[in-house]
């Protein structure tokens, strides 16, 4: 229940900062064009609040947090005096119109530059692409355990995010790529993987399996090092060196495991069957965990052990695997630029590939996955949060350029080939756009809410 609050809460966050975002770049665009802006609303339906400020606009908060929109003088809409003919809209330039409607995804695009640039500056934690075992194509290519990925068809790769989305992009075109990795030793060397051979059977969710590639992550035995004082493993009588064996009748397989398989077995304020083997002897305890809360909105039930120390192999290969990348203000800017860019290209070429077939429908979600996302994201510290903001407010501003009548857009479409023609696209063109794009987005939206189900309960 405290997850869904948790993800409720941070949903309305997102949304209300990106649509407010959005919609003031149409608003502060029009009015510095002088075009008199009625309504501001942030959300539809149900009005929760509204004011009329002192430049006559009325400010507005509805219930229906999924968009937003400004409503400007116009008089295909109301009747206006000729005194205030030239503050409506529909009398401006093409040039002003195009500015206008342009200005809600660029300020989408200035928001994911500066989410980038305060994300860079506070620091962000970072796993480099470390790889563990391999098999199949990224074996035969000859990269091997404790290799880096350093770059990928000769575009740096600092994070596993980057590389994974380089290897999709070839991987979906069955295009052989040229992979440059770093050993421990510091030495680099380069390595074609041949994702030519990739069968019809590839899904990208999948791309780093279907190569042979398994990110490298520490391996501890489930081995207690410390017990902490008066926690529910004390009281139960968990001593240090403990091998736990299973947890709710399921066995450990590692350290890893052990708090997923406290979330999944255990009940607040109920004993949990663990096993345990001391001095070659198994014994089973009952051990009632405790909630702890993790993160602002929330908990998780722990046991009260902590684990043995790694070896001086997993260390070093941890030093290498975990970083803080933090920058100072002005080198910011430059590295939040380039993130914004690598992002959006890697958003365009998978938009791309779903309209061609290449890549699968499933990759949209909608606001159940952002909701879990948004949430997680915060959980995970503030630089985490702000990655997550600049990744959404991205991915709205490209969304509202898709030329669909209704969105930013399907308008924009309609301006540019009036710049063509030399007049406006006629009043049933723009009736017949208005019923596509309506067609159009709901779609979009069903199959967007479908993918969160299947997600939810695949």
């Known amino acids: 229940m405290t997850e869904f609050f948790g993800s409720l809460w941070w949903l309305l966050i997102t949304l209300g900062l990106l649509i407010t975002f959005h919609e003031f770049g149409h608003f502060w665009v029009a009015r510095r064009l002088g075009v008199r802006v009625l309504k501001f609303s942030v959300g539809f339906g149900h009005r929760l609040w509204s004011r009329t400020g002192k430049d006559g606009t009325e400010y507005v908060l509805a219930a229906f947090p999924l968009g937003g929109y400004v409503k400007m003088l116009d008089e295909r809409e109301v009747d206006v005096l000729p005194e205030e003919r030239e503050e409506a809209f529909n009398n401006k330039s093409v040039g002003a119109r195009i500015a206008i409607v342009a200005a809600g995804p660029a300020f989408n695009l200035i928001f994911a530059v500066a989410a980038f640039w305060l994300m860079f500056l506070t620091g962000i934690p970072e796993t480099r692409p470390l790889i563990g075992e391999t098999s199949g194509i990224a074996a035969e290519a000859g990269i091997e355990y404790g290799d880096a990925i350093i770059a990928v068809d000769g575009s740096d790769t600092r994070t596993w995010g980057h590389a994974v989305l380089a290897l999709v992009t070839h991987a979906l075109d069955r295009e052989d790529v040229s992979v440059t990795v770093e050993d421990a030793n510091g030495l680099s060397s380069s390595h074609v993987l041949r994702l030519s051979r990739l069968g019809d059977d590839f899904s990208e969710e999948k791309t780093l399996e279907a190569i042979g590639i398994d990110p490298w992550r520490p391996v501890l035995p489930a081995i207690v090092g410390e017990v902490t004082e008066n926690s529910p493993a004390d009281r139960a009588g968990v001593h240090e060196g403990d091998l736990i064996t299973h947890i709710g009748g399921e066995a450990v397989e590692s350290w890893n495991w052990i708090g997923f398989l406290v979330q999944t077995h255990a009940v607040e304020g109920q004993p949990l069957a663990v096993g345990i083997e001391r001095d070659g002897v198994a014994m089973e305890l009952a051990v009632t965990p405790e909630k702890q809360k993790d993160g602002w909105f929330s908990s998780r039930l722990i046991l009260g052990v902590s684990t043995v120390d790694f070896s001086s192999e997993q260390q070093a290969m941890l030093d290498r695997a975990g970083m803080v990348l933090r920058l100072g203000p002005l080198e910011a800017v430059p590295a939040a630029v380039k993130e914004m860019w690598r992002m959006a290209g890697s958003t365009l070429a998978l938009l791309g590939r779903m309209v061609t077939g290449s890549a699968s429908v499933k990759n949209i979600s909608g606001p159940i996955s952002i909701a879990q996302f948004a ?74 809410f479908v993918n969160d189900i299947l997600r939810l309960f695949g």
């Open 375 to 448: 949430n997680s994201s915060a959980s995970a510290g503030f630089s985490q949060f702000l990655f997550f903001l600049g990744a959404i407010s991205l991915s709205l501003g490209i969304l509202n350029l898709l030329p669909i009548p209704v969105l930013d857009g399907g308008h924009l479409l309609y301006y540019l080939i009036e710049l063509v023609k030399g007049s406006p696209v006629s009043e049933q063109a723009q009736i017949a756009g208005q019923y596509f794009g309506l067609i159009a987005l709901a779609g979009l939206m069903s199959l967007a």
